[in-house]
């Protein structure tokens, strides 16, 4: 599986960003998917995660309620829709799929990633 994330660019905060991770490959559909985030000098951090078909998510306390995690398997994609948003929302955001591991919280549990796009919140 190739990912492709895209979607990032600078917003205000309480200001609103679409995130959208476009996979190649036929077997995107088996694959959890999940997005984290990396600022300078941290850890990359769990986000949201979806379940292969869409039937669960999950996400990390600091966006719930915020964060909307959706994807279309029929176009190989997976969005992250990002409202309210706070500078410390500031970092690189990643997909990633996984499979065999629910709710994939860990970086490590990850099979692929795409590169990252940068998301930039002023205050």
């Known amino acids: 599986v190739q990912l492709q994330a895209f979607g990032g660019g600078l917003a205000q905060a309480g200001g609103s960003l679409r995130l959208s991770c476009a996979a190649s490959g036929r077997t995107f559909s088996t694959y959890g998917m999940g997005w984290f985030r990396q600022a300078p000098g941290k850890e990359r951090e769990f986000v949201a995660a979806?379940?292969?078909?869409?039937?669960?998510?999950y996400y990390a306390d600091s966006v719930k309620g915020r964060f909307t995690i959706s994807r279309d398997n029929a176009m190989n994609t997976v969005w992250l829709q990002m409202n309210s948003l706070k500078p410390e929302d500031t970092a690189v955001y990643y997909c990633?799929?996984?499979?065999?591991?629910?709710?994939?919280?860990?970086?490590?549990?990850?099979?692929?990633w795409g590169q990252g796009t940068q998301v930039t919140v002023s205050s």
């Open positions: 990633g799929a996984v499979r065999n591991r629910w709710p994939p919280i860990d970086y490590h549990d990850m099979d692929y």
């Open positions: 979806i379940s292969w078909i869409g039937g669960s998510t």
